[in-house]
């Protein structure tokens, strides 16, 4: 097509794209896929896709094939923190968001690890997901056919956002499929291991902060493994912080690892709290001689 251009005089080539240019492709690209990005290059003259990987380093999320590890969680940090991608912001606190996302449930080969991901994370431990031959394609088939294995139905996303008034987008570190038998103990377990990664990769806590709090939807194993992971600690009352607060009567002292609390979005407190007044309800209009509180108190009507 372009010898044809060139022949009849409409072609031009491009290399000096402005960074605007660059940045357009990159959103494109990055909110819109490929098909938007080609039809941008038709109308708008914008470069194609692999003219940005040439000019910038796009960070890259690793998927985690199974239970998410040190090295995953590591490598996600380097890549999304590391000095070519944000510039160094003063330090500060920092809350590990996490929620679930719904996934198509097939394999996906990825090239850089060599290895098939897209199986829940409860039964691929030590699954050998290692691409070396149809032999690996077909051990992992006969896995799926038998039951031993499942596709991840939902992935689980850990994503860090900054305690500050600007710079506060949420950045992802972990994103892992599950077929949801995990408990939460499980869940407390990588979960623990993510806040271990911050703290020990040079981009995670020293270059940018502590995390604070771990917040969650009100989803059962998820709010378990909230408890677990942040509750499994007192603060000690001859520390500066547990001087302050043992003075406080009546205060919850019990944190997690470097003094992590837990938080929720509050819409889910809400939800909960209604779902709970709803369910007294529904036990009292069935039962008219007991009375309910949306606390759930109840106590007989006939006292
Ligand atoms: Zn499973």
Redesign the pocket.
């Known amino acids: 097509m372009h010898v044809e251009q060139a022949i009849n005089g409409f072609y031009t080539a491009r290399s000096n794209y402005s960074k605007r240019e660059l940045d357009v492709t990159f959103l494109a690209k990055s909110l819109g896929g490929p098909k938007l990005l080609y039809a941008l290059c038709c109308s708008h003259g914008l470069p194609a896709y692999r003219t940005i990987t040439t000019h910038r380093t796009v960070p890259r999320l690793t998927p985690s094939g199974s239970v998410p590890t040190a090295d995953e969680i590591s490598s996600n940090i380097a890549s999304f923190f590391c000095q070519e991608q944000r510039p160094q912001l003063p330090r500060c606190g920092h809350l590990l968001l996490i929620d679930g996302v719904a996934v198509d449930e097939r394999g996906c080969y990825v090239r850089e690890t060599n290895e098939v991901v897209g ?2 994370r ?3 431990v030590g699954v050998d997901r290692l691409v070396i031959g149809m032999a690996t394609v077909e051990y992992l088939a006969d896995l799926i056919y038998e039951g031993d ?2 596709f ?1 139905s939902e992935a689980s996303v850990v994503a860090i956002a900054a305690h500050r008034e600007d710079n506060y987008q949420a950045i992802p570190l972990v994103v892992s499929t ?4 995990g408990t939460g103990e499980d869940c407390a377990s990588w979960l623990g291991t993510v806040i271990t990664a911050w703290q020990s990769n040079e981009y995670g806590e020293k270059y940018n902060g502590p995390i604070w709090s771990v917040a969650s939807d009100g989803e059962a194993s998820l709010r378990n493994s909230r408890f677990r992971l942040c509750m499994d600690r007192e603060v000690k009352k001859s520390s500066s912080l547990g001087l302050k607060l043992s003075r406080l009567s009546g205060m919850n002292l019990h944190t997690g690892p470097g003094d992590v609390t837990m938080t929720t979005d509050y819409k889910h407190t809400f939800k909960h709290t209604c779902a709970r007044w709803v369910s007294g309800l529904d036990w009292c209009l069935q039962s008219p001689s007991t009375v309910s509180l949306s606390c759930g108190v109840a106590w007989d009507a006939g006292e």
Do not use: A, D, I, N
């Open positions: 199986f829940c409860e039964h691929s294995l499942h991840g599950k077929c949801g038998t």
